[in-house]
Each structure stands twice: as structure tokens, then as C-alpha cells.
């Protein structure tokens, strides 16, 4: 059972190149998540999607683009990269369900990725 | 809007010492979770805990204990007689309805057991 599986572990890119980053995860889950992690500050949400058909943006979205291409795969796009955006990035994923008022929503828990480590020069 | 501090940076104990990381959290919700979650050296993140809102009683699991004290907003972790295996960073994390559930993490707390 793999989980969530996360492509490329490690990249390095030059300012302004493209590069997307790729998620599955094979837990039929309804919600995933990308983050990135930077020393002291914890990890922060990029973008999100609920469930397969939404993306929302979280507390970081600048810089970043996302497609959730099914049900399984959300994918993380660094349109033109710039140093800040050298990080740790994890994808994630988390049961949703319907609550009685017909949103969908969770408890949060989280399945991570193994990350992806992501160098700009 | 929902925020989670952990005021511990760095704590380093010689083995078999306890060490208790705090956690304060703030939100404005009245059912959320609260997450504790473990990153080893190795990078990957590891589920400890979950905690509702609702539900204050302490739990304990092998030498991990929670403290979680709503009058205070905090949720303490506590590792009895640590060992080297527990060296990692450990992240605090709330979830609630006014931020969809998504998770907000404290800044961590990188724990060094040396033996």
C-alpha cells in the first residue's frame, strides 16, 4: 500500500525555469493538500482541493499553480521559480465527507508524502 | 483565524529523560482538532494523535502522554524515559470549521536525545 507518492524527491531548477510536482495517492481520499515546510515556520498550506473538480488557495498561493487531475492526482506547478521558493514540499491527502448540511469537510488528519526537496539558484 | 504556538525551538535531554513539548493554540471554533505529528531525521511525517474538542480526557500510548487543557488552549506532549529513537521534529497542528479543516501547524519543536 503505497499511500501517498510524491515525484521528484529531489530537483534543482534555475531561476525562471517550470517544473511541476506530482501527487497520488491510492486511499480513495476526497481531499488533498500541498504544503511546504522552511526551517522555523512550520508547514504552511499552498493550495488545497477539497475534493476532485476544486482547488482553493491556502496561506501561500503566489507563485504556484494546481491540478486536480482525478480523484487520485493533484499536481503542484512552479510556473517561473525564484529562490524563495526553495523548499520542502509535501502533498497530502485526508478523508472528506458529506456533512448533514451537504458540505464537505473532514477532521483534518493527514496523510503525508515522503516530500520532494526543491532547490532554485 | 486559527493559530498554533509551540515557544520551544530546540530541547536536547540525555536518554531515559522526560521531555514535554508545549503547544497553545488559538481559534475561535468550538469543535476542532488538535494534531501532534512526527518528522525524524528522515523527512517523513508521522500521525501520533488526534484530539477533539470535546474530549479532555488525557491519553496515554506506550511512554507518549497528552495533556489537553481547554481552559488553558494548550495540548502538551510528554515523552517518559526518551530515547534516541525520539529525536525529530515534532509539530503541533489544529484543524476547525472556520478554516474548512485544514490543518495549521506550530513552528515545531526539534527534540535531541542523546545517549
Known amino acids: 500500500n503505497a499511500g501517498v507518492t510524491q515525484t521528484p524527491k529531489f530537483q534543482v531548477l534555475k531561476t525562471g525555469q517550470s517544473m511541476t510536482l506530482q501527487c497520488a495517492q491510492d486511499?480513495?481520499?476526497?481531499?488533498m493538500y500541498w504544503y511546504r515546510q522552511d526551517p522555523g515556520m512550520g508547514l504552511r498550506l499552498i493550495y488545497y482541493?477539497?475534493?476532485?473538480?476544486?482547488?482553493d488557495k491556502g496561506e501561500v498561493p503566489n507563485g504556484y499553480n494546481v491540478s486536480r487531475l482525478n480523484k487520485r492526482e493533484f499536481s503542484l506547478r512552479l510556473e517561473s521559480a525564484a529562490p524563495s521558493q526553495t523548499s520542502v514540499y509535501f502533498c497530502?491527502?485526508?478523508?472528506?465527507?458529506?456533512?448533514?448540511?451537504?458540505?464537505?469537510?473532514?477532521?483534518?488528519?493527514?496523510?503525508f508524502g515522503e516530500g520532494s526537496r526543491l532547490t532554485v539558484l | 483565524a486559527q493559530k498554533v504556538t509551540q515557544a520551544q525551538t530546540e530541547i536536547s535531554v540525555v536518554e531515559k529523560e522526560d521531555v514535554t513539548l508545549d503547544c497553545v493554540y488559538e481559534?475561535?471554533?468550538?469543535?476542532?482538532?488538535l494534531f501532534w505529528y512526527k518528522q525524524p531525521p528522515s523527512g517523513e511525517l508521522v500521525f501520533l494523535i488526534r484530539?477533539?474538542?470535546?474530549?479532555?480526557q488525557n491519553e496515554i500510548s506506550g511512554r507518549y502522554s497528552w495533556n489537553f487543557q481547554k481552559s488553558t488552549s494548550s495540548f502538551n506532549f510528554t515523552i517518559t524515559a526518551s530515547q534516541v529513537v525520539d529525536s525529530a521534529v515534532y509539530f503541533c497542528?489544529?484543524?476547525?470549521?472556520?478554516?474548512?479543516?485544514?490543518?495549521?501547524f506550530g513552528a515545531g519543536t526539534t527534540v535531541t536525545v542523546r545517549a
Open positions: 497530502a491527502s485526508s478523508e472528506g465527507f458529506w456533512d448533514r448540511v451537504g458540505s464537505m469537510t473532514n477532521t483534518g488528519e493527514l496523510f
Open positions: 486511499m480513495n481520499h476526497n481531499s
Open positions: 482541493s477539497a475534493s476532485e473538480g476544486t482547488t
Open positions: 481559534t475561535r471554533d468550538t469543535t476542532y482538532y
Open positions: 484530539r477533539n474538542s470535546f474530549d479532555e
Open positions: 497542528a489544529l484543524s476547525g470549521l472556520s478554516n474548512d479543516y485544514k490543518l495549521s
